[in-house]
């Protein structure tokens, strides 16, 4: 079995006090782990996929929360905590889920992937939409349990409980 780790939205708009959508300590407090994540995926030569909200100025979910992660901007940018390479794959995506409308799920089955592991923000959007198409594709999937989180404690306990007993992924 092939495996990638999916760093999902580690974006400046979130993950930085001065974010548009500051998820708040929740987000920072992941951080440490992700980085061990990408560490151990890297030394075992398996793919690092970030996953980046990345917005037209006038896009529709806009009607849903404030403008953030446009395209170019620094919000839209990853964080510095984590080195990106040039064997890193980077995928924009303007909806929840990392699979609509990108070339994720072509990349992943070009590299024989067929197990994803997540992390990132924010565990009841992009998180579980991401696990969800994921699941539908056919892909086993493994949600790091302190390597995610929401602006919404509660949200994020849901997202995890449906993500285990509703879509069958490992909360590990």
Sequence with gaps: MSK?????DMLNDFIDERGKLFVG?????IIPLIKEK??????K???????????????????????HCIKDSWGSSIIEDFEVREEDKIIKKRRYSAFYGTDLDLFLREKGINELFLAGVCTNICVLYTAKDARERGYSVKIFKEGVASFNE????????EAGNTLGCEII
Excluded at 38 to 43: L, M
């Design 25 to 29: 300590k929740a987000g920072k407090d």
């Design 45 to 67: 030569n398996l793919p690092i996929v970030f996953i980046c909200d990345n917005h037209e100025k006038e896009d529709k979910e806009f009607e849903m929360f404030p403008p």
């Design 38 to 43: 990408i560490t151990e995926f890297r030394e």
């Design 4 to 8: 990638a780790l999916l760093v999902i």
């Design 154 to 161: 509660e949200a994020h306990k849901f997202a995890l409980k």
